[in-house]
């Protein structure tokens, strides 16, 4: 069965397609759900809400034009920062600005060792604070612009960009308290 005639199939309701596609692309999604929740338990319940969204959004689908994972990856983003939002308000001083430069070194062979793992990664995502989390998993990992993150999430661009930049010193911090000896300069 063709993926046009197996979403065909999904959008009328049947069962069987449905958990095809979840067969196919939960996995997808589940990566998405890590980067943005707290922990694995959240994104795991993260996943089953996008996937009953998407039953029950089925019909909003558009055969002719979209493959699902694109549709149900796009789905995914817009329910997980909908549910943030609720959690979460974004300002300016979402935490205080508390970075000091630390010295550069050459030898970075040890951090890019740390971050070749995406395990590690992961685990520096989901330690960051949950407003800088949602707009760095925007921007940088979803391909979001300033203005579109501004509109979705009710701020301004500034507030976009400022945390942006805030989560980008936090992970840097945190990349150098892991790794003294190869710190990287904070901007």
Sequence with gaps: MTEKDLIAQFVKGKQSAFEALYNEHSAKIFGICLRYAKN?????????YIFVKIFENRKRFDIKYRHFFPW??????????????KRVHFTDNTIENT???EAETTDKGEMLEYLSNPKNVLHMLQTTPEGYR????????????????????????GTSKS?????????????NSLHPNTALKAS
């Design 40 to 48: 694995p338990e959240d994104a795991e319940d993260l996943l089953h």
């Design 99 to 101: 970075f000091e430069d």
């Design 72 to 85: 149900a990856k796009q789905l995914a983003i817009n329910h997980i920062i909908n549910a943030l939002q």
């Design 163 to 175: 945390q942006l930049a805030r989560a980008k010193q936090y992970l840097q911090k945190e990349l």
């Design 134 to 157: 949602v707009i760095f998993n925007m921007h940088v990992m979803d391909g979001l612009d300033h203005r579109t993150i501004s509109q979705t999430l009710g701020i301004s661009v």
